[in-house]
């Protein structure tokens, strides 16, 4: 007599990662990548704990799987008291500059626009850096 165990895990809270074999694949799985890959804006607006970042996060994988350049930003961690405007567009071009993981140095770069104004320097830097 044989006897198989399958032995499975289970995550509360939090993304999984983008291989999970725990992972139910949604039609909104490909909704989101076949939007995402023909350039369409996308978001994901729905209720706490069923499974949002976990899409982010295998959506990224499909898409860098195909040559996809891909960033990721939490804005809450940019926070939102006492924050000026130019620490917080400074804040969006620093985590896609790290997530990127573009060369160079960021703060000289974003100096370099003291003249702009904060949405112009984001601007600048999606249509010269991404």
Same mark, same amino acid.
């Given at each position: 007599?044989?006897?198989?165990?399958?032995? !499975?895990?289970?995550?509360?809270?939090?993304?999984?990662?983008?291989? @999970?074999?725990?992972?139910?694949?949604? #039609?909104?799985? &490909?909704?989101?990548?076949? !939007?995402?890959?023909?350039?369409? /804006?996308?978001?994901?607006?729905?209720?706490?704990?069923? $499974?949002?970042?976990?899409? *982010?996060?295998?959506?990224?994988? *499909?898409?860098?799987?195909?040559?996809?350049?891909?960033?990721?930003?939490?804005?809450?961690?940019? $926070?939102?008291?006492? %924050?000026? @405007?130019?620490?917080?567009?400074?804040?969006? @071009?620093?985590?896609?500059?790290?997530?990127?993981?573009? $060369? $160079?140095? /960021?703060?000289?770069?974003? #100096?370099?626009? &003291?003249?702009?104004?904060? %949405?112009? *320097?984001?601007? *600048? /830097?999606?249509?010269?850096? %991404?």
């Amino acid at each position: 007599m044989t006897v198989t165990t399958t032995i !499975s895990s289970y995550q509360v809270g939090g993304s999984l990662h983008a291989q @999970a074999p725990t992972y139910i694949e949604r #039609q909104a799985d &490909d909704h989101l990548y076949e !939007s995402l890959e023909q350039g369409e /804006f996308c978001y994901v607006f729905n209720t706490r704990q069923i $499974g949002k970042s976990s899409l *982010r996060v295998k959506t990224k994988y *499909r898409l860098e799987q195909d040559g996809v350049c891909c960033a990721a930003i939490d804005l809450t961690n940019l $926070g939102s008291d006492n %924050v000026t @405007a130019e620490t917080w567009f400074m804040g969006i @071009a620093a985590e896609l500059w790290r997530s990127l993981r573009l $060369g $160079g140095n /960021f703060q000289e770069w974003w #100096q370099q626009g &003291d003249s702009l104004s904060d %949405v112009h *320097r984001l601007e *600048r /830097f999606m249509k010269d850096k %991404v």
